[in-house]
Structure formats: C-alpha cells, structure tokens
C-alpha cells in the first residue's frame, strides 16, 4: 500500500510501498510498477489541484533484494546497484521521484536532517517520528524512527499536528 486518505489529506508511504507486485503463480511474484502506477506527473498534478499531502519515509532504506530472475524485467525508474551476475540483486527505489523539483529537494534535505538525527541519538530516547517543521507547506514529511508500523489512529494524530485546522 502506498496511499491512503486520513481526514481529507493523502498519506504516501515512500520506499517499499511504492512497488506494485503482481502474482504469476501459487508461489510466485514479479514486481510490475512503481508509483504511481502510470502516471509520472502525478505529484504536480495533486499539489495544482491543492491536494494536502503528508509523506511517510521508512526508516529503512528505501532498496529491496530480488533474485537475478525476478530482476529482468523491472518497470522504469528503479535503479539497480548490483554487478552483472550477482546472486542478488540490489534494487533501489527513488526517494520522491514523482514530486516537482522543490519538494524533492524539500524532500532529500528532510531526510538528510532526519538521518543524522538519527545517527546521534540514541534509539531511547527518539521519538516515534521526526516531523517536518515547516509550517503551513502543502506537502510535509515525518521519518519513521523505528520499523514498528504506523496505527490508523496514530496516523490521524499526525495528521491534526501536521495540518492543523
């Protein structure tokens, strides 16, 4: 799942979530998208429509491994960071790709700040989640702290600290 609405505000769970996988037997699958799915501009085409969105960013980095085999046919845009012939295939998945130039850039110097954070603070004492302190922007973004997914609650929360009505 890459996106879900909370109190009329999109949510998007960067890394991971964003592959689409399909099943193409009992026990197998392929990876057949990345979003969105089919629509490259759709980020600018929901910050003109004055869409509010708050952007998840796993703690994790945001690559999977796949076999050589499930590796041959990946939809565009995913990088791959492995040698010819590898037994496993590092995939890496484009922070924000899909946002106009100064979200992106909003983007990579939150979770720049957010790592380093992360780096110097023992895992005790962090928080949840690292907020976007960038009041009254369209687009906010919370790094993940830890690998506990995120409550539907919770993410209400989030959402009336981030948005504030």
Known sequence: MSAKSVKDVLVLFEGTHRLKWMRTGQ???RLVGLWPWCEPDRGAGLLGDGQ??????DREAPTTMLLPEEARELP?????????????????????????EREQERGEWFVKTA?????????????PLLLDEEP???????HKTSRAPLA????????????PA
């Open 136 to 142: 009254g922007e369209q687009v906010r973004f919370v």
């Open 76 to 100: 565009p845009g995913l990088i791959v960071n492995s040698e010819l012939g590898a037994e496993v295939v590092d995939v890496e998945i484009p922070r924000f790709d899909w946002l106009p």
């Open 52 to 57: 509010r969105i708050l952007i998840v960013i």
């Open 115 to 127: 790592e380093i954070t992360l780096r110097h603070t023992s895992s005790v004492v962090l928080p």
């Open 27 to 29: 026990a197998e699958w």
């Open 152 to 163: 539907d609650h919770a993410l209400v929360d989030v959402v009336d600290h981030m948005f």
